[in-house]
Nanobody, 117 residues
Framework: QVHLVESGGGLVQPGGSLRLTCAAS????????MAWYRQRPDKPRELVAF?????????GDSVKGRGTISRDNAKNAVTVLLQMNSLKPEDPADYYC?????????WGEGTQVTVAS
């Protein structure tokens, strides 16, 4: 059984910071690269960053230099964090975590990030 729960979103001022947390249970998550994705209104879902099981991180252009992805593995579970700094007006979106690449149809509810003064 797999389960994804994203949290940590909220309202932040431009230039502020947020730390998003993903609690993923299921061996499919602990044994694969994990990623954060986001979906902005009327836009397709896009990759924000991913992290391999070996700890190698890759960032999309949208957060390069402003974000840090990390993970903490446990047996058949993993916690994936995304620290986002210097938030911009174009960052508001629903943020989701999942494997990279996507291996199944299951998605969590996501966590919403809003950037406003």
């Amino acid at each position: 059984q797999v389960h994804l729960v994203e949290s940590g979103g909220g309202l932040v001022q431009p230039g502020g910071s947020l730390r998003l947390t993903c609690a993923a249970s299921g061996s499919v998550f602990s044994t694969n690269s994990m990623a954060w994705y986001r979906q902005r209104p009327d836009k397709p879902r896009e990759l924000v960053a991913f992290l391999t099981t070996a700890g190698v991180a890759t960032y999309g252009d949208s957060v390069k230099g402003r974000g840090t992805i990390s993970r903490d593995n446990a047996k058949n579970a993993v916690t994936v964090l995304l620290q986002m700094n210097s938030l911009k007006p174009e960052d508001p979106a629903d943020y989701y975590c999942n494997t990279y690449p996507i291996t199944g149809a299951y998605w969590g509810e996501g966590t919403q990030v809003t950037v406003a003064s």
